[in-house]
């Protein structure tokens, strides 16, 4: 609020003053002086009192200048106090939008949560977040906020984004159509502006951010905005860094299927699953026929292009549900939640027609053809128990085995009594 503009000088006690000067002047002179000397006098008290005029109006028009300065400092001050707190509360939701990222468990519970927090962060602008699909090169605008004033691709290529070419902010706008980005798609003929800032942590590109605003000028708080991709992108490089060693601990890093350390997590928690929905489950252990043999005629490195080859065959096997899983050496197990005796005798079947089918090159050479044995039991037939499930279908393969090997063996009473 600004003061009031403080009251001109007082000059009367000073006009009474010389006034009161001439006066004396005056009578000094009438008194012991001619009648020269008083107008000589008189004059020099008026001459006196019109230099003291002029001394308080040039006072006075300090004074005035002096007020004008200090309100324009006050409404500078008041200005850029103003902007301090929006950048403390700036500040303010940044940090919250970086504890919120150390928060998350996975990429898109941060996405989702940068979509929220960047829509408080940067108001008056629009914006898209386009995390890179990993192996693609592609990226896709998953998470918007505002409505864009220009349009942008919803799928576009690392190639299509300055920004991701540089490793730095790019901006643009209509008035130089050449330096937009080539996934930038102008809607209209009003002023603009851009932003395209790369997601990159850890020498390691994630993507990029894109922001549109209205008007020529550049958005205010683009520091704002580059702060917050600097938070996200190493937030998404240590939730891929915590998701890769995840894997390594549960994945078998020559199939990369899962190991038996996940197959010890995940059968107890689907038995627990298909129980409280009375379904049935199917677990198939297998064993690859000969193996042994088979890896000391051709080496080991051609048993690995088996083991590669049958691990695959499990994958495109299966359906979304299914965890395929290598339990060591040639041993594979497949647990099939929610899944009938007669659908997963055929699948069984099926697989065995189609390791038979493998074409397996190593080193240049057609390997011959592998075949495997199979053991089925069900959940809740053979087992309620995870192990006890195990074993019946171990005891299952053995059976197969004894059997004359490369067919499908199902869980009996045998099955559960021994195991």
């Known amino acids: 609020m600004n003061a009031p503009p403080p009251r001109p000088p007082l000059q009367w006690p000073f006009l009474a003053c010389g006034l009161g000067v001439v006066g004396l002047l005056v009578w000094f002179g009438s008194v012991q002086m001619s009648v020269l000397h008083s107008w000589l006098g008189l004059l020099a008290g008026v001459g006196l009192l019109i230099l003291m005029l002029r001394q308080f109006r040039g006072l006075h028009r300090q004074a005035t200048q002096d007020a004008?300065?200090?309100q324009v400092v006050r409404r500078e001050?008041?200005?850029?106090?103003?902007?301090?707190?929006?950048?403390?509360?700036?500040?303010?939701?940044?940090?919250?939008?970086?504890?919120?990222?150390l928060a998350c468990t996975d990429e898109a519970e941060a996405l989702q949560t940068s979509q929220q927090m960047?829509?408080?962060?940067?108001?008056?602008?629009?914006?898209?977040?386009?995390?890179?699909?990993?192996?693609?090169?592609?990226?896709?605008?998953?998470?918007?906020?505002?409505?864009h004033v220009c349009g942008t691709r919803p799928q576009a290529s690392a190639q299509d984004c300055w920004a991701m070419h540089r490793k730095r902010q790019h901006v643009a706008s209509n008035q130089s159509p050449e330096s937009l980005c080539p996934h930038v798609q102008p809607n209209g003929s009003a002023a603009f502006f851009t932003s395209c800032i790369p997601l990159v942590a850890q020498n390691e590109?994630?993507?990029?951010?894109?922001?549109?605003?209205p008007g020529a000028e550049a958005y205010p708080k683009l520091?704002?905005?580059?702060?917050?991709a600097e938070q996200l992108a190493l937030a998404l490089a240590n939730l891929k860094l915590r998701e890769s060693l995840r894997d390594q601990s549960v994945r078998d890093p020559l199939t990369t299927l899962f190991n038996r350390r996940y197959l010890t997590e995940s059968l107890g928690r689907e038995m627990a699953r298909s129980g409280r929905r009375k379904q049935t489950l199917a677990v198939m252990?297998?064993?690859?026929?000969h193996f042994k043999a088979f890896?000391?005629?051709?080496?080991?490195?051609?048993?690995?292009?088996?083991?590669?080859?049958?691990a695959r065959l499990l994958q495109t096997s299966s359906r979304s549900e299914d965890i395929a899983c290598r339990m060591g050496g040639e041993e594979f197990v497949l647990i099939m939640p929610e899944m009938e005796l007669t659908v997963a005798e055929r699948r069984a079947h099926e697989l065995l027609a189609g390791i038979t089918q493998l074409q397996i090159m190593h080193e240049g050479q057609l390997l011959p053809a592998?075949?495997?044995?199979?053991?089925?039991?069900?959940?809740?037939?053979?087992?309620?128990?995870?192990?006890?499930?195990?074993?019946?279908?171990?005891q299952a393969v053995y059976r197969a085995k004894s059997a004359g090997r490369n067919q499908l063996v199902v869980a009996d009473a045998v099955d559960i009594t021994s195991s």
């Open 295 to 310: 890896n000391d005629t051709y080496g080991h490195a051609a048993g690995d292009a088996v083991l590669v080859a049958f």
């Open 77 to 101: 001050l008041a200005i850029e106090q103003a902007r301090q707190e929006s950048h403390s509360a700036d500040l303010g939701l940044l940090s919250r939008f970086g504890n919120l990222l």
């Open 370 to 394: 592998v075949t495997t044995s199979i053991g089925l039991a069900l959940f809740p037939d053979h087992g309620r128990q995870p192990d006890r499930l195990l074993a019946a279908s171990d």
């Open 205 to 213: 590109s994630l993507g990029w951010i894109y922001l549109s605003s």
């Open 118 to 147: 960047l829509s408080l962060l940067l108001p008056g602008s629009a914006g898209s977040i386009y995390p890179l699909i990993d192996g693609e090169g592609l990226a896709e605008a998953t998470h918007l906020w505002g409505i």
């Open 285 to 289: 252990t297998f064993d690859i026929d």
């Open 68 to 70: 004008q300065a200090i």
């Open 223 to 228: 520091q704002m905005a580059v702060a917050a």
